[in-house]
């Protein structure tokens, strides 16, 4: 460990929780250079949706390589993002009837955010953004001003303005009417509420605690935004590419957003890669208003080609993610039932799933702790790291998912010192 603690940042993170070297991953395992193996249900942040090393992604992968096919080419033409975008549209939008265009803003979610931001301000001409308590869109300062975790946002060392946090679902007392809030704002010309160019929010919440909004919430959501003429910006980027069964979190509410942000697993393989959609009447840039480096990251679309291909023609892959999650919720509510006098309970949707304790007494985090003793990754979220989050990659299969919630549930009853039952 001492070249990482000499050379690297004070700022790194998840290795003081987990304090090994990794070095090989194969599907839903990782291995630590001694050779221990680790069930993952991280996936890299819900990066690996389709599991480490996936081999027919990888096939494709080295293809491309071994042929020196072009790997850097910023915004100019290729071959890769041709198949790209043609079969992103064949298997993903047109099948949803959504005519977005897309956009390479670079390689990384936050760069998917700021797009959106500026693009909606743009075409606005307006300044404020809704963002949503426990909302997180990111670390740049557009991104991290819509973000609502206070010590994130109080390393940005300057002020982050031109927002309105609003509630999300269910944050309220349970009688509050939804956007009774946000409606008067906007009805009331003495409310100090400039006029807002968009909204930002996500289906589920995955770093504000796994929080999860109603179909009905988001149908709502979505037609104030209609009748106050402002766009609502659908943040897909940890839960989209199939994490909550379908291929976007917000198709269950029958909603179109104006513009949507992915990232994470759209390449399939954990290579940096991002795209933010928007209706074609938004496209208003200027040609080279938003651009980067490494917006052209080809490897990426090759691997995010193939993962379209083999996961998305059909509903198979939605299916079974479904199916899984609702395997994870079973174990989880046992759990819950099982730890009742600690506050817990189950949130989440698909294979997107958190087990929920007081805050007080860290429980989660010790829970945390004592999964990784027992081979087992899981990270914790919510503004006091209270819940103890699951992302297995979508092609975990069930037997690993099993076993995974047994390490779980023993680590839970550690953590709470009730001694385990034969």
Not at 181 to 191: A, T, V
Request: charged share 25%; glycine share 10%; proline share 4%.
């Amino acid at each position: 460990m001492e070249t990482f603690q000499r050379l690297e940042s004070e700022v790194r993170g998840y290795c003081r929780n987990w304090p090994v070297v990794f070095d090989k991953a194969v599907g839903s395992h990782v291995h630590d250079e001694s050779g221990r193996p680790y069930l993952d249900f991280f996936a890299g942040a819900g990066s690996l949706n389709y599991g480490h090393n996936n081999p027919e992604l990888k096939s494709s992968l080295i293809e491309y390589l071994t042929d020196d096919r072009i790997v850097h080419s910023l915004d100019a033409y290729s071959v890769a993002k041709r198949e790209f975008l043609k079969t992103f549209d064949d298997v993903i939008l047109t099948p949803r009837n959504l005519d977005y265009k897309v956009q390479f803003p670079g390689p990384a979610g936050n760069n998917a955010v700021e797009a959106a931001l500026k693009l909606a301000r743009k075409y606005t001409g307006r300044q404020t953004i809704i963002n949503f308590t426990n909302g997180f869109h990111g670390m740049t300062l557009g991104a991290l001003a819509v973000t609502g975790n206070s010590m994130k946002r109080g390393g940005a060392g300057v002020p982050l303005d031109h927002v309105a946090t609003m509630p999300f679902d269910n944050y309220l007392d349970g009688k509050t009417p939804d956007f009774l809030w946000l409606r008067s704002l906007l009805e009331d010309s003495g409310s100090g509420l400039d006029a807002p160019a968009a909204v930002i929010v996500e289906a589920v919440q995955g770093e504000g605690g796994i929080n999860v909004a109603s179909a009905e919430w988001l149908r709502g959501l979505s037609e104030l935004c209609e009748e106050y003429g402002i766009l609502m910006i659908l943040d897909d980027i940890q839960m989209g590419c199939g994490r909550t069964g379908k291929f976007f979190s917000f198709e269950e509410a029958g909603i179109t957003p104006d513009i949507v942000t992915l990232s994470k697993s759209i390449s399939g393989y954990g290579l940096p890669m991002a795209l933010t959609l928007f209706k074609r009447e938004l496209d208003v840039w200027e040609p080279g208003e938003h651009n980067g480096t490494f917006r052209g990251f080809n490897p990426a679309m090759v691997t995010g080609t193939e993962a379209l291909r083999r996961f998305w023609s059909d509903d198979t892959f939605a299916q079974a993610t479904l199916a899984k999650g609702e395997l994870v919720e079973a174990r989880l509510a046992e759990m819950a039932a099982e730890h009742a006098d600690f506050g817990a309970h189950v949130r989440g949707r698909g294979l997107a799933r958190g087990l929920a304790f007081d805050a007080e007494g860290g429980i989660a985090k010790k829970v945390a702790a004592g999964c990784f003793d027992r081979g087992l990754l899981l990270e914790t979220s919510g503004p006091e790291d209270e819940v103890a989050k699951l992302l297995p990659p979508l092609t975990t299969t069930e037997e690993e998912l099993t076993a995974g919630l047994d390490i779980m549930a023993d680590a839970v009853r550690a953590a709470v010192k009730v001694p385990q039952t034969a």
